[in-house]
């Protein structure tokens, strides 16, 4: 047969449409008697269309997904929607488009992409996270949290818009400023917030890491460690002077306690608001907003003394209390005493305000620094601190923590980084909290016979204001669950976090309408075998989730502890020397990539072009290479379907060899790094040696149907639509992916194995090829059950056989 020219968009648009005929194809089949393999992307933001710098992530989820169908696994590969959220509402603010008309349109856009990439997605078990069948189940979640006291009310800080008249997410703070107003600074307000107890798991959320461990990535558990902060150490209760009244500290160095010279409160700290004069609350007030236009991390230490003294219980010396911009309230207390002689920070704070500085740590062999420079931070012998003098720092911690406890001045504690969850968002498009509030009963939970609270459509969106569904009457106002009487719904919605949380559940009984799920079928997937997804959720979405999980399993519904088994995080896509990005205008569109190289070289070049948990360069240079090779294999195959050939038995072996190789290759990277660069670059080699010996007219018949089929397999995960086409033309049926892996013969993969030559009484009879060093006897055997050598035996009487190790055998008769 001639060979035909790679027409990428006749062979895809073919096995594309060939494929939505089938909505089948990629069932999950939860009955099976194969073992499970669960493997996940992160769900996508429908933000409009997608981009090549979207593609990796979804190319690296396709291949494994198709690989371990092949490996013999029941796959189950789902996709679904993050639906709510803040641009959907900015989408209808500037451009007049209803966020879920806006939302919709996108997730059809962007699923019509997902079917032209061609991705093996379960489409039945879709998930939307902007539909009542899905959220009424945040809502469910969210009271169960409240019965459990996991969900709670306080006031907490909000970035607040004074133009506006609005709170703005943080993704709406630029540079300190509103997002709409460029020159007005953004503040502070304390509002009535929901928030989950994600502290109560804190401590369980830390020690299950070690689960984890080897199938996350180090840097995500280091990121998570760091963001759960578990600190040891104590809490103190300092007094205040003239009232008694108790301001608790946390400190990890109660050993340097009789060195601390003030005590400081956060400026939200509720004692501060007492404490202050008109011109300290407008300076906490000051602190708090540019700590929100700033953030935390790179502020100037700002303090303000509230002409308040509180003693030290150890050694009743008394102090003045200041606040300080760099204490926060979520952490330990929202108190510190400072130590300037033992803490860089407190250091620098005191140093500012002429605060005294007094060390009462010494090193271990050496002096009390008395004119320091900077803190001397390390433990070491505790001097002029009364009954604790010449203790090491450990034991007069240890002793110090009794003291406190027996004098019921303080305690040994341990304090987390980990705040509790805001979830409240003054937001139309997202989750309507379940509650409804009375009067006469206070806060009272939507009785989850009342469930979904429906989000109406009907709302308009102004982008200033309070929260738009406080202006929906008919939405608000609703008669009290309790006492019947006048009440008003919350209008808050929850954070678009708490639907990513555990949308993955979802996923395996998609359609229940009396349940999250059932649980037998959480209990028959879970946990995810493989998760991919970006760097960028190692902390929020993926403690959440794993937060999420702990209480399902509290509640019940599930028994597993953790959701996910291994996690992948991909590397970007960079173009021009950026991240790939719309408001970079370096983004290519999938569809015209698709039409100009095809899916599958998109798909092949994404992974071929680096290791895919490294950042990967974007180049049409690239992708063309990727369509080439493509072409090559399409080309190499089609014109050897008919092919008769005698071959040369020497070829046949270089290339078998090239075969197994490559298989093992790719069955490695696939089985433990995931390196599919260098799986890419095997088969791109094994292209290279079947052209060579294809050239000169080299291989035979045989090996070419060996090969042909396995080189087409092998491709499955990368390309599916060429392999999918090469399979046909191969005259084989059923879809590749549904096909067996290769399996690789290890002996015919070794580059060292010897060619024997097969003589009898002298005479060329066959070739075998066997590893060098074998021995005497082996050779003799496999020469004397050679099907090539047989017919010359028979009937004849061997009288002996000749050895050359790694040469020849030679077998004499009569
Ligand atoms: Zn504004
Ligand atoms: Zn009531």
């Not at 002689?341 to 008395?370: M, S």
């Not at 998760?531 to 959440?544: D, K, P, Q, R, T």
Request: proline content about 6%; glycine content about 8%.
């Amino acid at each position: 047969m001639p060979e035909r020219a790679y027409d990428h968009n006749e062979i895809e648009l073919k096995w594309q449409e060939r494929w939505s005929r089938d909505p089948k194809l990629y069932k999950a089949d939860a009955d099976s008697a194969r073992p499970k393999y669960y493997v996940l992307e992160m769900l996508p933001y429908p933000s409009g269309s997608l981009h090549i710098g979207h593609l990796r992530v979804y190319a690296i989820g396709d291949a494994v997904a198709r690989y371990m169908w092949m490996r013999g696994y029941s796959v189950l590969h789902p996709m679904g929607w993050d639906a709510f959220g803040l641009p959907a509402e900015n989408a209808a603010i500037q451009h007049g488009r209803h966020p879920r008309e806006w939302t919709l349109a996108n997730i059809a856009q962007m699923k019509r992409q997902h079917a032209r990439m061609g991705f093996s997605y379960d489409w039945d078990l879709e998930v939307t996270t902007c539909e009542p069948e899905y959220y009424r189940w945040n809502q469910w979640f969210f009271l169960k949290m409240l019965e459990r006291g996991l969900a709670y009310r306080k006031k907490a800080m909000v970035n607040w818009c004074p133009q506006c008249a609005t709170v703005l997410a943080n993704e709406q703070v630029v540079d300190g400023c509103c997002w709409r107003h460029e020159d007005t600074p953004v503040e502070q307000r304390a509002l009535e917030q929901w928030f989950l107890k994600t502290t109560a798991y804190a401590d369980e959320l830390l020690r299950d890491m070690d689960q984890l461990e080897g199938g996350w990535p180090e840097r995500v558990l280091t990121m998570q460690r760091n963001w759960i902060g578990r600190s040891e150490g104590s809490e103190i209760d300092f007094s205040l002077e003239d009232s008694g009244e108790r301001i608790r500290v946390f400190t990890t160095r109660v050993d340097t306690i009789y060195g601390a010279t003030c005590v400081i409160l956060a400026p939200e700290h509720p004692l501060s608001d007492r404490l202050l004069d008109a011109e300290g609350r407008a300076r906490a007030k000051a602190m708090l907003d540019s700590r929100a236009q700033k953030g935390p991390g790179d502020i100037e230490k700002d303090g303000y003394f509230t002409g308040h003294y509180a003693v030290n219980p150890y050694s009743r010396e008394r102090v003045p209390v200041w606040i300080g911009n760099f204490v926060l309230m979520e952490y330990g207390t929202g108190a510190i005493m400072a130590v300037p002689a033992h803490d860089e920070r407190d250091f620098d704070f005191c140093k500012t305000f002429g605060i005294a500085i007094r060390p009462v740590i010494r090193p271990p062999d050496g002096q009390l620094n008395e004119n320091t420079q900077a803190a001397f931070e390390d433990d070491g012998i505790v001097e002029r601190s009364g009954e604790f003098s010449g203790l090491p720092s450990a034991e007069a911690r240890a002793r110090m923590n009794q003291k406190a406890e027996r004098e019921g001045f303080g305690k040994a504690a341990i304090t987390y980084r980990i705040k509790d969850w805001g979830i409240s968002r003054q937001r139309y498009w997202g989750t309507p909290i379940p509650v409804i509030h009375c009067e006469k009963c206070g806060v009272v939970p939507v009785p989850e016979s009342d469930l979904p609270v429906v989000l109406p459509l009907d709302v308009k969106l102004t982008g200033t204001g309070r929260s738009p569904l406080a202006d929906v009457s008919s939405f608000v106002n609703v008669p009290c669950p309790k006492c019947g009487g006048a009440a008003r719904r919350e209008s808050d919605t929850m954070d678009t976090f708490v639907d990513s949380s555990w949308y993955f559940y979802r996923y395996c009984d998609a359609h229940n309408s009396t349940a999250p799920f059932d649980s037998k079928k959480i209990a028959h997937w879970f946990p995810i075998d493989q998760y991919v997804g970006g760097v960028e959720h190692a902390i929020l979405h993926l403690i959440y989730s794993r937060f999420f999980t702990k209480v399902m399993r509290d509640i019940g519904l599930i028994t597993n502890s953790e959701p996910t088994k291994r996690m992948f995080t991909q590397g970007m896509v960079i173009k021009d020397g950026a991240k790939m990005s719309k408001s970079r205008g370096n983004v290519v569109s999938l569809d015209e990539m698709a039409e100009r190289f095809g899916a599958d070289a998109g798909r092949l070049f994404e992974l071929f072009n680096a290791p895919p948990e490294k950042d990967m360069n974007w180049t049409d240079a690239g992708a063309n290479g990727a369509y080439k090779f493509l072409s090559r294999v399409y080309g190499f195959v089609t014109r050897n379907l008919d092919r008769k050939a005698e071959g040369d038995p020497a070829a046949d072996r270089r290339a078998l060899r090239k075969l197994h190789q490559t298989i093992r290759k790719i069955t490695e990277d696939f089985t433990k790094r995931w390196h599919f660069n260098t799986s890419i670059a095997a088969l791109m080699e094994l292209i290279n040696v079947l052209e060579k010996e294809e050239d000169e007219d080299a291989l035979s018949r045989a090996a070419l149907d060996q090969i042909m089929p396995s080189l087409v397999l092998m491709l499955g995960p990368f390309a599916p639509y060429l392999a999918e086409e090469l399979w046909e033309a191969l005259g084989r049926t059923g879809p590749v992916f549904r096909q067996s892996w290769p399996a690789y013969d290890e002996d015919l993969a070794k580059e060292d194995a010897a060619e024997i030559v097969l003589q009898v009484n002298g005479k060329l009879r066959g070739r075998i090829f066997v590893r060098f060093g074998a021995g005497d006897e082996e050779l003799k055997q496999a020469a004397l059950a050679d099907p090539k050598v047989q017919p010359f035996l028979s009937g004849k009487q061997v009288v002996k056989v000749i050895v050359v190790p790694d040469k020849l055998v030679n077998i004499v008769v009569r």
